[in-house]
């Protein structure tokens, strides 16, 4: 009876071993990879899948969604200096066809194997284009480093089973004596803008200065020489006036049978008044002979009366 119960018992642990190692589970976005004897031997797609226990193997299971990878390697420029970057990869299986998941699962021995052929990859691709550039030109060409990594990854990547979806440049170092000698140049080469634009706003500021004063000097003689034909003009207009006064003034004078020298004589007075009233201590000089005035006042009877000679009065 007791060896009937351990036999029993024996069966069914056997069963629910047998039971148990029949069936195995695929996660999502994960393909089974199963081995007979450590031979490859079909895929299993996600979900609870049948095995044929203790024969098949679930040798490992391949992840189908994307995966991210940050490498981190060296360079050195066409110049010597070593340049250290950053950066992020993103891939994922080409298809999910039988050829390409045997590819994948079985080309490298494990994961740490493919990362680190994945970044030599990227590094050779990387040190290639690098090494044609100046140190100088390096920072500035970060999307062509991309774009030539990229060229040459995807075959290589191609070759593994696996699809580039994206690759970056996350940083760009250089050692420290390097990135030192850079700010200085960087600094004199501001330093010399700098200075070449002050220059030039100078020489701006200057000339704008010097046309200004060509301008100013140019309209001041403009006007001046305008007051100067206004003054003249006006002067002209004066005597002209003057002289038409005098005329008519003694025109009246000799219509109404009076001599036009009390014109003159009156004149004469006038000017002496207003010289002692409108003085201001400076003195002037007159001839009081009366020779000398008869003389001047038939000079400026003549002035009026041109047609009649001084004589002939």
């Not at 629910?16 to 994960?30: G, N």
């Not at 060296?74 to 950066?87: E, K």
């Not at 990594?149 to 250089?174: E, M, P, R």
């Amino acid at each position: 009876m007791l060896d009937s119960i351990i036999l029993w018992s024996v069966v069914i642990i056997l069963a629910l071993l047998l039971i148990w190692r029949s069936f195995t589970t695929i996660d999502q976005a994960h393909v089974g990879v199963v081995t007979l004897f450590g031979k490859y031997r079909r895929v299993l797609n996600p979900g609870l899948n049948l095995l044929i226990p203790f024969f098949e193997t679930v040798r490992n299971k391949v992840p189908v969604q994307n995966r991210t990878d940050q490498l981190q390697f060296s360079a050195i420029t066409g110049d010597q200096a070593a340049v250290h970057f950053t950066s992020t990869i993103i891939f994922t299986v080409q298809d999910h066809t039988e050829e390409t998941i045997k590819l994948v699962a079985f080309k490298f021995i494990d994961d740490e194997s493919f990362s680190t052929a994945l970044t030599s990859a990227v590094e050779a691709s990387v040190r290639e284009f690098v090494a044609t550039k100046k140190q100088a030109e390096v920072l500035g060409l970060r999307q062509e480093i991309v774009t030539h990594a990229k060229a040459n990854l995807d075959d290589q990547l191609s070759s593994w089973g696996y699809l580039l979806v994206d690759l970056t440049v996350n940083d760009i170092q250089f050692d420290a004596e390097v990135m030192s000698s850079m700010s200085r140049v960087v600094a004199a080469k501001n330093a010399q803008t700098a200075a070449e634009f002050e220059g030039q706003a100078l020489l701006i500021q200057r000339t704008k200065q010097a046309e200004a004063e060509g301008a100013a000097i140019r309209i001041a003689a403009e006007n001046e020489a305008e007051a100067a034909r206004l003054r003249g003009e006006g002067l002209a207009k004066f005597r002209e006036a003057v002289a038409v006064g005098f005329s008519e003034s003694a025109k009246k004078l000799n219509e109404s049978g009076l001599d036009p020298s009390i014109l003159m004589f009156s004149m004469w007075t006038e000017t002496v008044r207003d010289a002692a009233k409108e003085g201001t201590g400076n003195t002037i000089f007159l001839d009081g002979n009366i020779t000398t005035m008869e003389q001047t006042l038939h000079r400026l009877q003549g002035l009026i009366s041109p047609n009649e000679s001084p004589e002939s009065k």
